[in-house]
C-alpha cells in the first residue's frame, strides 16, 4: 500500500446541516421550493456529482435551471462552511496525522471547487494532505481524478476510503481497492475492507 485517498461528505465530516441552511436560502431567494432540502435527504444526495444532484433535487426545474440553482447554492455554502464549519468526525485528525508520517494522503471528492480547501483550512487538515482533486478542479467525475491522482504521484497501490456505493463504484472504475467507512452516508454490500471509525486506520495492517 502506497498511498490512501480519502472521500469528504461522510468520511471525514458530516456538513449536512450547515449545508441545508445555506440551500434552503439560495432557494427561498430564488423562488425555488426548498422542503425536500434536509440534512436526511442531502445524506442520499452526497457522492453524486453536482449536476446530478441537482436534476435529483429540483426534478421540476429545467435542467439548466438546476444546475443554476444548485452552482449558487454551493458558492453560499463554501461562504457558510468556512464562517462556521462542522467538526471532523472523532479520531480523524489524529488518524491523519500518523499515517501521514507513513503514507502520502489525498482527497478525492464529488464536490465544487473551493469545498475541499475549506474544509482543510477550517480543520488543521493541510499539513497532512499532499493533493486533492474535485470535479470544480477537472470538470471530472470521481473515477477519472482518482485515477489522476495514481498517475501523477506514479501510484501503484493506493486504496480509496468512502461511504457510499457510489465512492465504491467510482473506485473500482478507477481500479483501486475500496476500504468502507461503516459510520457514513451510505451502504456497501461487498466492500474490500471496513472501518467502523477513523481510527481503526490504524489498526489497518501496512498501514503504519
Not at 470521481?142 to 465512492?167: C, F, P, W
Request: hydrophobic share 40%; net charge negative; charged share 25%.
Amino acid at each position: 500500500m502506497d498511498a490512501l485517498i480519502f472521500d469528504v461528505d461522510g468520511t471525514l465530516w458530516d456538513s449536512t446541516e450547515k449545508v441545508a441552511v445555506a440551500w434552503r436560502q439560495v432557494c427561498e431567494r430564488e423562488g425555488v421550493p426548498s422542503d425536500m432540502i434536509t440534512p436526511e435527504r442531502l445524506k442520499k444526495e452526497f457522492g453524486k456529482t453536482l449536476e446530478n444532484i441537482g436534476y435529483s433535487l429540483f426534478p421540476f426545474l429545467p435542467k439548466e435551471e438546476a444546475v443554476r440553482v444548485t452552482a449558487l447554492a454551493c458558492d453560499l455554502e463554501n461562504e457558510s462552511l468556512l464562517a462556521d464549519p462542522p467538526a471532523l468526525y472523532p479520531g480523524v485528525k489524529k488518524a491523519f496525522e500518523t499515517l501521514s508520517q507513513s503514507l502520502p494522503l489525498f482527497i478525492v471528492s464529488n464536490c465544487q471547487a473551493g469545498y475541499i480547501e475549506v474544509l482543510l483550512e477550517t480543520t488543521g487538515l493541510t499539513p497532512y494532505v499532499k493533493d486533492h482533486l474535485c470535479p470544480g478542479d477537472t470538470g471530472e467525475a470521481k473515477a477519472a481524478n482518482i485515477r489522476r491522482i495514481t498517475e501523477q504521484y506514479h501510484l501503484k497501490s493506493a486504496v480509496y476510503i468512502g461511504d457510499t456505493m457510489g465512492d465504491y463504484l467510482a473506485t473500482k472504475e478507477a481500479g483501486l481497492p475500496f476500504l468502507f467507512a461503516s459510520y457514513g452516508f451510505g451502504n456497501v454490500p461487498e466492500p474490500d475492507g471496513i472501518i467502523e471509525k477513523p481510527e481503526d486506520l490504524l489498526l489497518v495492517p501496512g498501514l503504519i
